[in-house]
């Protein structure tokens, strides 16, 4: 993880020592070609599709088009990505050798999460194996998402259930993974049910904990009984009077 990370200071670097010219021909195939490498090497079976890198030495931001992750078992069914990632780096990254990043955005983000029928979740394999190192420094201003998709199925059912959120939004203030000083944050969602889901808070990952409001509008237990099933300990029913 330590080596991924490291790659925005290297570039930030190279634009200033290199040239621009370097900047717009060969570093966009360098980032792709990175991050591709990590991916095949870190994640078991797993491939990273970019459709286009955009690199803009002046402001010192690097956009990503069509970025997918997908099983190389089924390379047409990616299950996470993400329409556009603009990544606005600190010139800081150059002295400060970890990443600082001014400001990341998230464009239409998705995920098509499965719980399989022998129990285990596919977006579990998107984690990288612990190899013992420290958690790597990172410093994020302002992360934003906007109009994101999150699907889950349960394929352990005998009739598998999908339920959805969209659009999802969240929002993350002066984010660091080595603070236990949690940034503060904003989580807004709708279920394709109608159901309002909404989170403020702080987070924080030294260690991982957070703190705030957790907050469920037009809750319909029909679809929360309908997904969860025979795993509910009780049955949920609605009675009217």
Known sequence: ???????????????????????????????????????????????????????????????????????????????AGAQRLVIDAALGSIWARYPRLDAVTVTAPFADAELRKDGSLNLAELVPPDDGTPTPEVWIGDLRVTDGRLAF??????????????????????????????????????????EALHWQGTLGMAPVASRGDFRIGALQLAHVARLAGDLLPVALTVMVS
């Open 153 to 194: 199925t349960d394929a352990r059912r005998a009739a598998p259930v999908t339920r959805r959120l969209t659009p999802i939004t969240f929002d993350l203030k002066d984010f660091a993974t080595r603070s236990n000083d949690g940034g503060g944050f904003r989580f807004d969602a709708t279920s394709d049910a109608g």
């Open 1 to 79: 993880m330590r080596r991924a990370l490291l790659i925005v200071p290297l570039v930030l670097l190279l634009l200033i020592g290199g040239g621009l010219g370097w900047a717009y021909t060969a570093a966009p195939g360098f980032i792709a070609s990175s991050a591709q490498d990590w991916v095949a090497a870190n994640l078991r079976n797993k491939r990273l599709a970019i459709g286009k890198v955009d690199l803009d030495p002046f402001e010192l931001k690097v956009t990503l088009d069509d970025v997918a992750i997908a099983d190389t078992r089924a390379p047409g069914r990616p299950i």
